[in-house]
């Protein structure tokens, strides 16, 4: 009777460890903003998300963060992950990037679209 009562505790816990695996996030930001937050009408056509970082907040035995280099994750981590944008590389202004890991974890970063012009200006070019 005591080896069936242990071998059900053992059994339980194992569930409830498996259970808790897929409630360990809590939450998600931007750790490092991408190296590229200034795109150019003309000369750039695409997001670029090299140099950041996503730091996914887990709850577990540590409470330490995981932080996840986006362009370096595997296609598994990235399948459960959505990144929506909806950048105009003509058209100047101010773009909102967005990470959803699920619909209650998300968040974002915004980049910038200037002209030639604007660039120029900002340089000390005009």
């Not at 370096?72 to 101010?94: C, Q, W, Y």
């Amino acid at each position: 009777m005591k080896t069936l009562k242990i071998t059900i505790c053992i059994v339980l816990c194992v569930f409830l460890m498996a259970c808790d695996h897929g409630l360990r996030t809590v939450g998600v930001k931007v750790f490092t903003p991408p190296d590229q937050l200034v795109y150019v009408i003309g000369i750039d056509r695409e997001l670029s998300l090299e140099g950041g970082e996503l730091l996914i907040l887990t709850r577990d035995n540590h409470n330490r963060p995981e932080r996840w280099q986006w362009w370096a994750m595997t296609p598994m981590e990235r399948s459960g992950m959505k990144v929506l944008h909806d950048i105009n590389f003509r058209v100047e202004g101010i773009y909102t990037v967005e990470f959803i890991l699920t619909p209650e974890f998300t968040t974002s970063f915004n980049v910038q679209v200037i002209s030639i012009e604007t660039l120029k200006y900002r340089v000390g070019l005009i």
